[in-house]
């Protein structure tokens, strides 16, 4: 007999598995890089939700699959990394860590607990997109149909400098945040910023381990992170052991080692 779930009808158990799977896998694409996509990999590692990954490849032919991706129907404001969850598309990388942070539980309830995690969320962003502009060449072709700059020019070392000062002076004001152990509180109330900061505080420590001297709160928030379930498993494995991008392989530092 045909089985009825929200008006949605069924004919058959393999049309029900599958409408299971395309409303209860969450899906995530993105470059096969960590780059803006490893906070939400995190978070559903540790997590009990059901999903899977999309990686495309950095390449010219990644750049082809995703031409075609972001045409789809329903991919408002196209850009990666995006996820499919309850038939529903959603991009940009904020909006999905605070999706994600609330499906998993991982997003504080207090009001100002809330606009804490808020405010260290948009200072990781910040800095990672000064990361991406020291990193990233964007005066030469990023992708195929882009022209390449016939003024510019990229001064890696100088831009390095300065981000590396700025690292430095940011690093001082978000460790006494870390004194609790957590953003929020302890190990035992994490929320979807403290994901966000142990990755994005990790890919500036390869870019740049001396701004971390002397910043005991966010070492020791950094070490017993890793060892949380689905992050310890991970940090462990082969893929990770072998060394991942954390910007694309055309980088002037693409942080693979």
């Not at 599958?18 to 995190?42: C, N, Q």
């Not at 978070?43 to 031409?67: A, C, N, Q, V």
Request: proline content about 4%.
């Amino acid at each position: 007999s045909d089985i009825e779930w929200d008006s949605f009808k069924l004919s058959n158990y393999n049309e029900y598995k599958s409408y299971l799977r395309y409303f209860g896998v969450m899906k995530l694409t993105y470059w096969d890089l960590r780059g803006l996509a490893e906070p939400i990999r995190y978070m559903l590692r540790h997590s009990d939700i059901e999903w899977e990954e999309l990686r495309i490849p950095y390449d010219e032919e990644g750049f082809g699959t995703w031409m075609k991706l972001k045409t789809q129907p329903g991919l408002i404001c196209a850009n990666m990394p995006y996820i499919e969850d309850g038939g529903k598309k959603i991009t940009q990388s904020v909006a999905i860590y605070r999706h994600v942070g609330r499906k998993t539980g991982l997003m504080p309830q207090d009001p100002d607990e809330v606009a804490l995690c808020e405010m260290m969320e948009q200072e990781l962003i910040d800095l990672r997109m000064r990361l991406s502009i020291t990193c990233y060449d964007l005066y030469t072709v990023m992708r195929p149909e882009d022209p390449k700059s016939e003024k510019g020019c990229h001064d890696f070392e100088y831009l390095k400098g300065v981000f590396k000062k700025r690292l430095s002076e940011r690093l001082a004001i978000i460790d006494p945040l870390f004194a609790k152990g957590t953003l929020t509180s302890g190990f035992d109330k994490l929320t979807y910023a403290d994901f966000m900061a142990f990755e994005f505080l990790d890919q500036f420590r390869k870019f740049a381990p001396e701004c971390y001297n002397g910043f005991d709160n966010i070492n020791k928030f950094s070490a017993e992170f890793a060892k949380l379930k689905g992050v310890k498993e991970w940090r462990e494995g082969d893929v990770f052991k072998a060394g991942e991008y954390i910007n694309g392989p055309m980088a002037v530092w693409h942080g693979k080692y």
